[in-house]
């Protein structure tokens, strides 16, 4: 399936990294440009809309009901979107080793369902209130891949076990993990936006 997306091309293309931004449940491909500004102004932008609306939303993927994901659908559309960025890579010229997703909510979840199909899939990724995509698979490696995930205390769709266990199962495929904690429920902070520009600045 291909995408609705901005493409970004950044100044010095050459090796810059590529911000892949993935929206929350009803978002669009513009909500999260001004963080990718903010985390990297000198990377290239590849900003996807969510190409499996529920009703009137943009979602990346199907759910029976808020947090209860539909696992098949995630999988389908987790290959998919992977095979979707090789492809435009060939195209648009960047380097598919250098793509580091920036996943809000259902954006995070498409993001972390690549991460477990995948070896090393991402050169880091930022995941914004993420769920556990799912648990039937053999990780893959992950070794070359840190993660930086932003969870929240109290977040009423990802609950602190389950941030925890994320970050488990990502470690025990060898990928450097930083679990940031806030407590804003599942919205995103200035904080938030804050470490994950630093963890960036250095596990990048
Ligand atoms: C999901 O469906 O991916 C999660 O429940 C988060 C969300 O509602 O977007």
């Known amino acids: 399936m291909s995408y609705e997306y901005i493409y970004q091309p950044a100044k010095q293309q050459a090796e810059a990294n590529t911000l892949l931004l993935l929206h929350g449940t009803g978002g669009t ?33 199907k759910r029976h009901g808020e947090g209860n994901l539909d696992i ?4 389908y559309h987790a290959k998919d979107l992977y095979n979707f960025i090789e492809a435009l890579a060939w195209e648009k010229g960047f380097n598919p080793a250098n793509v580091v997703p920036i996943g809000y909510s259902n954006g995070a ?32 490696n992950l070794s070359h ?16 076990s389950e941030s925890e266990e994320l970050k488990t199962s990502l470690q025990s495929a060898g990928s450097p993990v ?12 200035m904080s938030e936006l804050q470490a994950a520009k630093g963890w960036y600045a250095t596990a990048v």
């Not at 806030?182 to 902070?189: F, T």
Request: proline fraction near 9%; glycine fraction near 8%.
């Open 72 to 75: 098949e659908n995630l999988k």
């Open 145 to 160: 891949t840190p993660v930086f995930i932003g969870a929240g205390t109290n977040d009423p769709i990802c609950a602190p």
């Open 178 to 189: 930083t679990l940031h904690w806030e407590d804003y429920g599942h919205s995103l902070s």
């Open 29 to 61: 491909e513009h909500d999260l440009l001004e963080i990718a500004q903010f985390i990297d102004p000198n990377a290239n932008v590849l900003s996807l809309r969510g190409n499996e609306p529920e009703r009137h939303m943009n979602r990346f993927f």
């Open 109 to 140: 979840n498409i993001a972390g369902g690549i991460l477990y199909l995948y070896d090393n899939p991402f050169k880091g990724a930022i995941l914004l209130h993420p769920m556990v995509p799912f648990r039937d698979e053999e990780m893959p």
